[in-house]
């Protein structure tokens, strides 16, 4: 096994820029990985932000969403990326409004993590909202979603039966079924 | 809100292939939505295989692994890609040897998920890997890993401390703490 010590020795060579769009870049990074040159697809993107919103009677405010991507309804938790220049917290904020019609008069950081790190540096920023209370925006232009409010209790199951198969999705509600809201 | 139901009307336009390499696929996918003609950035991936392999002592088997898309040491699953016309099983236990050292008497699916719906349709497929035995193989080209075995309640907190920052790591570790191997 190459050890990640190795690293050490691995010197970047060229960035070479494929696609710039609205949402994604796609680069051919080559390096010297110990004497050989290598070149590794990645994806750059601005990050995003995922909301895990509980409601006043405990419920979980999930979202059905149509993901063109895959082709698929899916079952998430509300999400959606950073604008040029935007704070995560306003970025979560926006999105848990435009998404569920819901604001939050408590919201506070929860964790993190990288949605694919073997070939894009997407990270998303997870938030708790608390203390939930009507007050809706439009939806961003082309997203078509139903919200889905679940008990805890219905979204393990949704999860083991695998029907909720969304990482960040899974890893958000069960870090609050294990860990609480601390 | 727009309903997730207006995705009847909904009518595939154009797919413009932008880039094809080894790991992903780049496209533009216009569609006709609700009137309007939106095109949308999409990465094509050929799907991947996680591992959660469960040690004679209970020790989860993490892997940290110099990620060159994220420019981070991270802490993660073993995991990889499906190869052209291979098998989840099969690459499951190609890469618990590649990354480990190690094969298992039992391996099972555990679930699966994507890791990027909005924008890409990597599809993992979870395994379930228990009654390790050593049998090593030379690891992929180019990739930089050491072994990382830790019990359920160190995973745990690697997680609330947020130094496990992957999607599909906290969703496989945090699966098996809330709902054991079933």
């Known amino acids: 096994m190459r050890s990640i010590q190795q690293k050490e020795q691995e010197k970047s060579i ?23 040159s290598k070149t590794f697809e990645v994806i750059k993107h601005g990050g995003a932000v995922v909301i895990l919103p509980i409601a006043a009677d405990g419920r979980i405010l999930l979202v059905q969403q149509w993901r063109r991507a895959v082709g698929e309804i899916t079952i998430e938790l509300p999400a959606g990326g950073l604008e040029k220049g935007e704070e995560p917290l306003a970025c979560a904020k926006r ?10 008069k408590k919201i506070k ?38 919200l889905l409010p679940v008990t805890l209790n219905e979204a393990k199951h949704l999860i083991t039966e695998n029907r909720i198969r969304d990482a960040k999705t899974i890893a958000g509600i069960l870090r609050y079924i294990v860990c609480g809201n601390g």
């Not at 999105?95 to 939050?104: D, P």
């Not at 993190?112 to 939806?139: I, N, Q, R, T, V």
Request: some cysteine; charged content about 25%.
């Open 14 to 36: 060229e960035n070479k820029l494929v696609y710039k769009g609205k949402i994604i870049t796609l680069q051919l990074e080559t390096f010297d990985v110990l004497g050989k």
């Open 109 to 146: 950081p929860f964790g993190g993590f990288y949605s694919a790190p073997g070939f894009c540096d997407e990270f998303l920023h997870m938030f708790l909202a608390e203390d939930l209370y009507p007050s809706p925006l439009p939806p961003d232009d082309g997203e078509m979603i139903d």
């Open 95 to 104: 999105e848990l409004q435009e998404e569920t019609g819901f604001a939050a």
